[in-house]
């Protein structure tokens, strides 16, 4: 756990140009794969280059891509493998620490159970070689034709038909990431069973709560979440556009957190806004600061698909002394505190430290 550095009142109503330059952690971004450009090896990898460096260009720090695999392979005539090595070439850019999550999706037009198991063990097997650079895999709730306004949710493969990628993931201690934006409590349970190490878009966890006189309490499943802290990975931007929730101030990420819930803010979609435009709106709808965002950042990280070492690093040196430059000595909690009354005056150059103060 790491407390948040006391905010000097100053930067209490962080104006557009803060937030703006906040160090930012995005846990899964689609890759935004666009034909033309994938012709060949190289051209994927600036593709991917490219969407880094955007992500740099917004303050993120540290970037978990979700690349269809198999798409990105056939639109540039490459293997699995070969697409995957492209890819990972495209990630090294100075100054963010980004990998690549190998993704599945199980909409129609996506990959089938014997697609996905293929992908997985090539995932496994690119992380034991370089796990800098492959954080995991994502088995994704859309992919192909699938139409992203909320049309063909029936159409989802379901997860269990999925249950041999994720042994194949477990059995390769490779990490995985289950979206379940389009699922209700029930399709949550099954990716917490079948093993995922991070939920995504998890809107429907709200299907299980129940309301008494006392307020909202998690039921079976979400009380199970949340009491394991399993992270649960929210794009609240993405998702209102694409249906999970009908606007912004409807999104269920505030009450998650109230009820105890470890939740992070991605992107999922650049194009539907970058992680400043995701904060500036958490701030404007529901009234976020710099605790928030701090917060988030830090459970972001935390539940990040690097080694604990790597984490503790990026908190020592990226997020902590960010914040840190926005507290002030008097308001952190860190600073001297006097313990008496002459120390007090002592700090403070009095010439009376001395005087009983009776």
Same mark, same amino acid.
């Given at each position: 756990?790491?407390?948040?550095?006391?905010?000097? $009142?100053?930067?209490?109503?962080?104006?557009?140009?803060?937030?703006?330059?906040? $160090?930012?952690?995005?846990?899964?971004?689609?890759?935004?794969?666009?034909?033309?450009?994938?012709?060949?090896?190289?051209?994927?990898?600036?593709?991917?280059?490219?969407?880094?460096?955007?992500?740099?260009?917004?303050?993120?720090?540290?970037?978990?891509?979700?690349? #269809?695999?198999?798409? =990105?392979?056939?639109?540039?005539?490459?293997? $699995?493998?070969?697409?995957?090595?492209?890819?990972? =070439?495209?990630?090294?850019?100075?100054?963010?620490?980004?990998? =690549?999550?190998?993704?599945?999706?199980?909409?129609?037009?996506?990959? #089938?159970?014997?697609?996905?198991?293929?992908?997985?063990?090539?995932?496994?097997?690119?992380?034991?070689?370089n796990a800098a650079l492959v954080a995991g895999f994502a088995l994704l709730d859309g992919g192909g034709d699938y139409d992203a306004e909320g049309d063909g949710v029936a159409d989802l493969r379901p997860l269990g038909d999925y249950a041999a990628t994720l042994e194949a993931l477990r059995a390769g201690w490779t990490p995985v990431v289950v979206a379940v934006g389009r699922g209700d409590s029930a399709d949550i349970a099954e990716a917490v069973q079948l093993g995922a190490t991070r939920l995504a878009h998890a809107t429907g966890m709200i299907d299980d709560f129940t309301a008494d006189i006392a307020g909202i309490n998690p039921g079976k499943v979400s009380g199970w979440v949340r009491d394991r802290h399993l992270a649960?990975?929210?794009?609240?931007?993405?998702? !209102?556009?694409?249906?999970?929730?009908?606007?912004?101030?409807?999104?269920?990420?505030?009450?998650?957190?109230?009820?105890?819930?470890?939740?992070?803010?991605?992107?999922?979609?650049?194009?539907?806004?970058?992680?400043?435009?995701?904060?500036?709106?958490?701030?404007?709808?529901?009234?976020?600061?710099?605790?928030?965002?701090?917060?988030?950042?830090?459970?972001? !990280?935390?539940?990040?698909?690097?080694?604990?070492?790597?984490?503790?690093?990026?908190?020592?040196?990226?997020?902590?002394?960010?914040?840190?430059?926005?507290?002030?000595?008097?308001?952190?909690?860190?600073?001297? !505190?006097?313990?008496?009354?002459?120390?007090?005056?002592?700090?403070?150059?009095?010439?009376?430290?001395?005087?009983?103060?009776?």
């Amino acid at each position: 756990m790491h407390d948040s550095p006391a905010i000097s $009142p100053d930067y209490k109503d962080a104006a557009g140009g803060t937030i703006a330059s906040l $160090p930012k952690v995005i846990l899964r971004e689609d890759f935004a794969l666009d034909k033309a450009q994938g012709a060949s090896a190289s051209e994927l990898s600036n593709a991917v280059r490219a969407q880094v460096n955007a992500a740099h260009a917004d303050h993120v720090m540290y970037l978990e891509l979700a690349v #269809n695999l198999q798409e =990105a392979a056939a639109a540039a005539g490459l293997e $699995p493998r070969e697409a995957l090595d492209a890819v990972t =070439a495209g990630l090294e850019v100075d100054g963010i620490d980004a990998r =690549a999550l190998v993704a599945a999706h199980r909409g129609p037009g996506g990959q #089938n159970p014997e697609q996905a198991l293929e992908l997985a063990r090539l995932t496994a097997e690119a992380r034991e070689r370089n796990a800098a650079l492959v954080a995991g895999f994502a088995l994704l709730d859309g992919g192909g034709d699938y139409d992203a306004e909320g049309d063909g949710v029936a159409d989802l493969r379901p997860l269990g038909d999925y249950a041999a990628t994720l042994e194949a993931l477990r059995a390769g201690w490779t990490p995985v990431v289950v979206a379940v934006g389009r699922g209700d409590s029930a399709d949550i349970a099954e990716a917490v069973q079948l093993g995922a190490t991070r939920l995504a878009h998890a809107t429907g966890m709200i299907d299980d709560f129940t309301a008494d006189i006392a307020g909202i309490n998690p039921g079976k499943v979400s009380g199970w979440v949340r009491d394991r802290h399993l992270a649960v990975d929210t794009a609240p931007l993405w998702e !209102v556009a694409r249906g999970d929730a009908p606007e912004l101030k409807d999104h269920i990420l505030p009450l998650l957190q109230q009820l105890g819930f470890t939740c992070t803010v991605g992107t999922g979609a650049p194009a539907d806004g970058t992680a400043t435009e995701a904060f500036f709106a958490l701030q404007e709808t529901f009234g976020y600061g710099l605790e928030e965002f701090f917060d988030l950042t830090v459970k972001a !990280v935390e539940n990040s698909f690097m080694n604990q070492e790597e984490r503790q690093q990026v908190l020592d040196t990226e997020i902590l002394p960010a914040y840190e430059e926005l507290s002030e000595a008097e308001y952190n909690e860190d600073a001297a !505190v006097p313990d008496t009354a002459a120390d007090a005056a002592a700090a403070s150059g009095s010439d009376e430290a001395g005087d009983d103060f009776s």
